[in-house]
C-alpha cells in the first residue's frame, strides 16, 4: 500500500479484515488475481494475458540462466516448461547470494525513482516555504496535517476498493465494468469529499483552532487548505484514473506523468512563493493536481498503443462513455472494500500526525523544526520501504514454486541490504544536519532545535528501514497478522504514549526530542520482532501454504 503523500510501509487494521462475502464475479476470476506466485501464473498462451506475467518470467529465465539450464530465452513458453521440469527435477533448488542482491537492486531502483519523485511532491511545499519564516513552515505543517487525515487518507483509502475489483473485472474480460467501478468510485468520494472541502473552505480556521493553540499559524494553515481545495477534485480523478491503468498492466503512464509533475511542481513552488509568498505553495499544488489528471488523460487517449499493453488491449476499450446515472447506484459492493481500506489509510496518517500535533503544543519554533524533521524521515525512508517492495515479490514468488531454501536466501540478503541501507541514510543525515537545515529554512531558532534533535532523526533510519524491510519479507511470507499486531501494539500501546510522557510530562518535557525517542524506540520493537519471525519462519510449511492458497483459488 502506497501513495502520493504520507508515511507507508505499515500494517494496519485491515489486515484483520476479511470479507465473507466473496461475490459470483469475484470467484469466477479468482485464478486471474494478479498477486498469485510463479507456478500459479498459466503458461503458454495465456500467460503473456497476466499483468505481472512478464516479470515472473524473466525472473524464471536468470534462475535458469544463473543455474546453467540450457533454454530458449526468446521463447517465453519454452522458460516456463523448462523452469516446472527443473523444479520438479530439482534441478532448482538454490540460489546464491549474488544472485539475489543483484535481483533486489535491479527491482528496487525504479521503484525508488518512482516513490522518491511521489514523494517530492509534499517535500517541495515545506521547503519552498521553509525561507519564509518559522510561522509558515509551521503553518504548512499543520495545513498539510489536516489535509492528511480529513482529504487526501479518504481519498486514497477509498480509492483502494479499485485495487481489488478493477483487476478482478478486467481479469474477467468484462471490460465494461472496469470503467463502471471507476465512475462509482469517483461519485462516492466526490460524495464524501464534498462536505470536508466546503469546511476547509468556509471553516478551516475554527477547525484548526479546535487543536491548534496559536491562532496566527492556524490562520496560515486554514489558508493552505481553501487554496489547495480547488486542485482535490483533479487529485481525486488522477488516483482513480491511475488505478484503472495499473487494473489493466499499465504502470508506465502514471511514471512518466510524475516525471514531469515532480520539476513542474518545485518550479511552480519557487515562483509562486517568490512571487505571492506563503500563498504561493497551496497553489502551485492545486494547479499541479490538474496538470497531473490532465497528463494522465491526454496520455491514456492519445499515446497508449495496444500493441504496448501488457494485454494487448487499449485502456480505452474498458470505457463505455460517462454515465451519471449508473455512477451513483449499485455502491453495495464498492463500500465494502472502501470502508477497510479507509480505515487503513486513516490509522496510518494518523499514527504519524500524531507527532505533528503534538510538536504544535510544544511551540511554533519546535513545530516548524518537527515539519523538516519529518519530511526528511519520509523522504528517506522511500528507499528501504522499496526495497521491502521488491522482496515481498521475489519471496512471495519462492514459495509458490516450493522453492524454501531460495525464499529463505532471500529474506536474509533483503534484511542484510536493507541495513546497509539504513545505515547510508543514517550518516546522510548526521553528517549533513547543518546543511539539511539550512536549505529548508533561514531561521536560527528552527536551525538549533534541528540540529539538537537530528542525530535521533538519523538514529531512527535504522529502525525504519528494520521495520520497512522486514514488512516486506513478512508480506511475502504471507505473515502480515505478525506485522499488524506488533505494529498496533508497538505504536499506539508504547510509542504514542511514551511520547506524550517524554514531551509534556517527564523532566525532559518541552522538546522535540521525546517525539522521536518515542518513535525510535516503537519501530526498534517493530523492526526487531517482524525481522525474527522473518529469518526463522519455517519456509517448508510457507511452501505448503502458498500452494494450498493457489489450489483453493483454483477451485472457485
Known amino acids: ?30 485464478s486471474n488475481d494478479e498477486n498469485q506466485p510463479l507456478l500459479s501464473v498459466p503458461h503458454k498462451a495465456n ?29 517465453d513458453d519454452a522458460v516456463a516448461n523448462t523452469f516446472e521440469t527443473a523444479i520438479s527435477t530439482k534441478q532448482i533448488y538454490s540460489t546464491t547470494v549474488g544472485a539475489e542482491l543483484y535481483s533486489l537492486v535491479k527491482s528496487s531502483i525504479p521503484l525508488v525513482m518512482t516513490f522518491l519523485l511521489q514523494n517530492s511532491l509534499s517535500t517541495v511545499s515545506v521547503f519552498s516555504v521553509g525561507h519564509l519564516g518559522a510561522v509558515e513552515l509551521a503553518a504548512v505543517s499543520m495545513g498539510s496535517m489536516t489535509a492528511n487525515i480529513t482529504g487526501y487518507a479518504t481519498i486514497q483509502g477509498i480509492a483502494t476498493a479499485l485495487d481489488t475489483l478493477c483487476p478482478q473485472a478486467f481479469g474477467a474480460k468484462r471490460y465494461g465494468m472496469v470503467g463502471d467501478y471507476m465512475q462509482k468510485c469517483v461519485a462516492l468520494i466526490f460524495v464524501i469529499m464534498i462536505p470536508v472541502l466546503f469546511v476547509w473552505v468556509f471553516f478551516g480556521y475554527d477547525l484548526i483552532c479546535l487543536i491548534l493553540p496559536d491562532k496566527e499559524t492556524a490562520k496560515l494553515a486554514a489558508d493552505y487548505l481553501f487554496y489547495i481545495s480547488p486542485g482535490i477534485p483533479a487529485y481525486i480523478l488522477f488516483e482513480c484514473g491511475k488505478r484503472f491503468l495499473q487494473a489493466q498492466g499499465v504502470y508506465h503512464i502514471s511514471t512518466y506523468v510524475l516525471l514531469f509533475a515532480a520539476p513542474s511542481n518545485l518550479i511552480m513552488n519557487l515562483v509562486f512563493v517568490k512571487s505571492f509568498g506563503y500563498l504561493g505553495a497551496p497553489i502551485a499544488v492545486a494547479i499541479n493536481y490538474w496538470l497531473m489528471f490532465i497528463g494522465l488523460f491526454v496520455s491514456t487517449a492519445f499515446f497508449i498503443d495496444a500493441d504496448g499493453t501488457p494485454t494487448n488491449v487499449h485502456p480505452l476499450v474498458c470505457w463505455d462513455g460517462l454515465d451519471i446515472k449508473r455512477a451513483f447506484k449499485d455502491w453495495g459492493k464498492l463500500v465494502n472494500l472502501a470502508v477497510p481500506g479507509l480505515i487503513m489509510l486513516e490509522a496510518e496518517f494518523l499514527a504519524f500526525e500524531i507527532l505533528t500535533l503534538m510538536a504544535s503544543y510544544l511551540g511554533t519554533i519546535e ?17 528501504p520501504f522499496a526495497i521491502g517492495i521488491a522482496s515481498s515479490t521475489r ?27 539504513s545505515l547510508f541514510n543514517f550518516l546522510a543525515l548526521f553528517l549533513f544536519q547543518s546543511q539539511i537545515a539550512n536549505l529548508f529554512t533561514n531561521d536560527d531558532r528552527v536551525i538549533a532545535i534541528l540540529k539538537d534533535v537530528m ?8 529502525s525504519d528501514a528494520m521495520n520497512a524491510n522486514s514488512a516486506g519479507c513478512l508480506r511475502g511470507q504471507g505473515q502480515t497478522k505478525i506485522g499488524g499486531i ?24 518541552g522538546s522535540l526530542h521525546g517525539l522521536w525517542i518515542g518513535s525510535t524506540v516503537a519501530l526498534t520493537i517493530i523492526g526487531v520482532v517482524q525481522s525474527y519471525f522473518a529469518l526463522f519462519a519455517n519456509f517448508e510449511k510457507l511452501c505448503d501454504d502458498a500452494r494450498s492458497r493457489t489450489q483453493e483459488s483454483r477451485t472457485h
Open 486 to 509: 506488533v505494529n498496533l501494539v508497538a505504536y499506539y500501546v508504547v510509542g504514542i504514549p511514551l511520547s506524550v510522557y517524554l514531551s509534556f510530562y517527564s523532566p525532559w518535557k
Open 47 to 75: 500467460r503473456r494475458k497476466s499483468s505481472v506475467a512478464q516479470e515472473l518470467i524473466q525472473q524464471e529465465r536468470e534462475l535458469l540462466k544463473t543455474h546453467h539450464i540450457p533454454v530458449d530465452e526468446s521463447d
Open 1 to 30: 500500500m502506497y501513495g502520493s503523500v504520507g508515511k507507508q510501509g505499515l500494517f494496519i487494521p485491515s489486515d484483520f479484515l476479511q470479507s465473507k462475502n466473496i461475490t459470483d464475479l469475484e470467484q469466477s476470476i479468482a
Open 455 to 462: 542525530w535521533l532523526v538519523a538514529l531512527m533510519q535504522i
Open 367 to 383: 513545530l516548524a523544526a518537527q515539519s523538516v524533521g519529518s519530511t526528511m524521515a519520509s523522504l528517506t525512508y522511500q528507499v
Open 395 to 421: 519471496i512471495a514468488n519462492f514459495l509458490g514454486a516450493g522453492l524454501a531454501e531460495p525464499a529463505k536466501k532471500t529474506t536474509q540478503v533483503a534484511l542484510s541490504f536493507g541495513l546497509c541501507i
